[in-house]
C-alpha cells in the first residue's frame, strides 16, 4: 500500500503540473488548448538537445525548455487566438485552430527530431529503499521540484498583481476590463505561462520517462481527464484532478496489473460514471 500511495504522489504531482497550464489557458481564453500534449513534447526535446547533446547543466536545459515554450505560447495568443477570436464569431474556430496547431507542432517535432524515443542521462543516481517504498531518487526529486512549483504557483496567482489579474479575467472578462485589466497582455501572459508549465513538465520527464514525437496526443488527453475531474478553469480543481488521476492510474496498475490496458478502461468507465452525477467536475464552473 506504501509503494501504491508514494507511485500515485508522484504522478499525481507530475499530473498537477501539466493540468495547471491548460486549466490557466481555458479559464482566460476558454479555449481548450489541443496543442498542449505537444508543448510538453517539446520542452521534452529541447531539455533533450541541450542537456542530453550540448551537455549543459540540466537546470539549464529546463529553464530554455520553459522560456521558449512560453515564447511560443505567447506568439500563438498574440497572432492565431486573438486574432481568430476577434474576427469569428463561431466558437468552434478555435478548436480547429487549436487542433490545427496540435497537428503543426506533431509534424514540425517529427521532422525535427524523428520518431525514435530521446532519453537523457539520469539527473540523480540511485535508489531509496525505505518503509516499503522502492523509488529511485531521480522521481523523488522531480517530484519535490513539481510539488514546489504548484505551491509557487498558487502563490503567484493569489499575491501578485499579474495573478490577481488573471483571475479577476478568469471570473469576468467584461467586469475586469470595465475595471481598467488590460484583457490581451493579461490574456497572453496567462497563454504564455500555460505554455511554459507544459515545457518545465516536458523537460523534468524526460530523464525519467524520456519523450517521442508520438506522446502529444496522449498527454493532451490525460490533461483533459484532469481539468475535467477537477472543474474547468479552476486551479484547485487542476491540482485536484492530478493527484486524483495519479492515485487512480497507480492503484489501478498495481490492482489490475495482469489485465494489461484494462487500468484506462476502468478509468474512463469510473469517469463517465462521475461525469453524469456531477458535470462541472468537483469544483468547476459550467464548461462554455
Do not use: C
Request: positive net charge; proline residues 2%; glycine residues 14%.
Amino acid at each position: 500500500m506504501e509503494q501504491v500511495i508514494a507511485n500515485g504522489l508522484y504522478l499525481g504531482a507530475q499530473y498537477a503540473l501539466i493540468a495547471l497550464g491548460l486549466t490557466l489557458i481555458f479559464g482566460l481564453m476558454n479555449v481548450l488548448n489541443f496543442a498542449h500534449g505537444q508543448m510538453y513534447v517539446l520542452g521534452g526535446f529541447i531539455t533533450y538537445a541541450i542537456y542530453g547533446q550540448l551537455g549543459l547543466p540540466f537546470p539549464v536545459a529546463v529553464l530554455a525548455s520553459g522560456v521558449s515554450l512560453a515564447v511560443i505560447g505567447g506568439l500563438m495568443e498574440r497572432y492565431l487566438f486573438r486574432t481568430v477570436i476577434r474576427r469569428s464569431h463561431r466558437e468552434e474556430s478555435t478548436m480547429l485552430l487549436a487542433a490545427a496547431t496540435a497537428f503543426f507542432f506533431d509534424a514540425v517535432i517529427l521532422l525535427i527530431f524523428g520518431e525514435k524515443q530521446r532519453g537523457v542521462p539520469k539527473i540523480v543516481k540511485g535508489v531509496f529503499h525505505d518503509f516499503g517504498i522502492i523509488l529511485p531518487y531521480d522521481r523523488i526529486v522531480v517530484a519535490v521540484v513539481a510539488a514546489l512549483m504548484i505551491f509557487a504557483f498558487i502563490l503567484f496567482m493569489k499575491y501578485s498583481r499579474t495573478g490577481r489579474a488573471m483571475r479577476a479575467l478568469a471570473q469576468d472578462r467584461v467586469a475586469a476590463q470595465l475595471m481598467g485589466i488590460k484583457v490581451d497582455r493579461y490574456t497572453m501572459i496567462g497563454f504564455a505561462l500555460g505554455a511554459m508549465l507544459a515545457g518545465v513538465v516536458g523537460g523534468l520527464l524526460v530523464s525519467i520517462t524520456g519523450v517521442n514525437s508520438g506522446i502529444g496526443g496522449p498527454i493532451s488527453v490525460k490533461a483533459f481527464l484532469m481539468i475535467m475531474i477537477g472543474g474547468a478553469g479552476v486551479v484547485g480543481g487542476a491540482i485536484a484532478g492530478g493527484f486524483i488521476l495519479g492515485m487512480m492510474e497507480s492503484v489501478g496498475l498495481t490492482v489490475l496489473r495482469e489485465y494489461g490496458d484494462v487500468t484506462y478502461l476502468v478509468i474512463f468507465a469510473a469517469l463517465m460514471i462521475f461525469l453524469a452525477i456531477r458535470p462541472n467536475g468537483l469544483m468547476g464552473k459550467p464548461w462554455g
